[in-house]
């Protein structure tokens, strides 16, 4: 009870965020058979895209720093790859962390779409997301770049402020009322 006042405090009292803090805090997702997709409405959607998001672009930094002062962490992109996984299993929007340089470590970091490919061309053009609406999602992409030189441990051939990836978000719509 504790976790879901903190959600609510923290997203400004949206009951559907309070409900994603606590279903990812509680269970285990590997033991529960897979949720059907939450599907919401679009500015539902959008308010829950952009909460996963603060939470991942949050945890991934606070990863970083832990991993920059100790190498013995895992890797920010390690974290939240596994909170993505995670998340994924109950049954909430998905997500996906990809390369905009063109020379990702892991080929699995490349984009994975035609909305992916349109985000990073979007990122380049000066754009921090791009999103798309369609009957049936809500994509959303938010731009990752280098924030400080402590961010070199891993990304060598890149310098403070340049692009190096996305996060990407697909949200399922409800089908819109007639």
Same mark, same amino acid.
């Given at each position: 009870m504790r976790?879901? +006042? *903190?959600?609510?405090?923290?997203?400004?009292?949206?009951a559907l965020p309070a *409900? =994603?803090?606590?279903?990812?805090?509680?269970?285990n997702p590997a033991t529960a058979a897979p949720p /059907?997709?939450?599907? =919401?409405?679009?500015?539902? /959607? +959008? +308010?829950?895209?952009? *909460?996963?998001?603060?939470? !991942?672009?949050?945890?991934?930094?606070?990863?970083?720093?832990? !991993?920059?002062?100790? &190498? %013995?962490?895992?890797? /920010?992109?390690?974290? %939240?790859?596994q909170v993505i996984r995670?998340? +994924? /299993?109950? %049954?909430? &929007?998905?997500?996906?962390?990809?390369?905009?340089?063109?020379? &990702?470590?892991n080929p699995e970091n490349n984009p994975q779409n035609p909305f992916e490919k349109a985000a990073v061309a979007a990122f380049k053009s000066g754009k921090s997301s791009y999103e798309e609406v369609s009957a049936e999602s809500y994509r959303y992409a938010t731009s990752i770049r280098m924030t400080d030189e402590s961010c070199l441990t891993c990304h060598v051939r890149a310098k403070v402020g340049d692009l190096v990836g996305g996060i990407s978000y697909l949200a399922p719509l409800k089908p819109a009322r007639r």
């Amino acid at each position: 009870m504790r976790n879901a +006042r *903190l959600a609510v405090a923290v997203a400004g009292g949206v009951a559907l965020p309070a *409900l =994603l803090f606590t279903t990812v805090l509680a269970g285990n997702p590997a033991t529960a058979a897979p949720p /059907a997709p939450v599907r =919401l409405e679009l500015e539902e /959607a +959008r +308010r829950t895209v952009r *909460l996963m998001n603060d939470i !991942y672009v949050t945890g991934v930094l606070v990863t970083h720093d832990m !991993y920059v002062k100790d &190498p %013995g962490n895992p890797a /920010a992109v390690s974290w %939240g790859k596994q909170v993505i996984r995670q998340i +994924r /299993a109950k %049954g909430w &929007p998905d997500a996906h962390i990809f390369d905009t340089t063109g020379r &990702p470590l892991n080929p699995e970091n490349n984009p994975q779409n035609p909305f992916e490919k349109a985000a990073v061309a979007a990122f380049k053009s000066g754009k921090s997301s791009y999103e798309e609406v369609s009957a049936e999602s809500y994509r959303y992409a938010t731009s990752i770049r280098m924030t400080d030189e402590s961010c070199l441990t891993c990304h060598v051939r890149a310098k403070v402020g340049d692009l190096v990836g996305g996060i990407s978000y697909l949200a399922p719509l409800k089908p819109a009322r007639r």
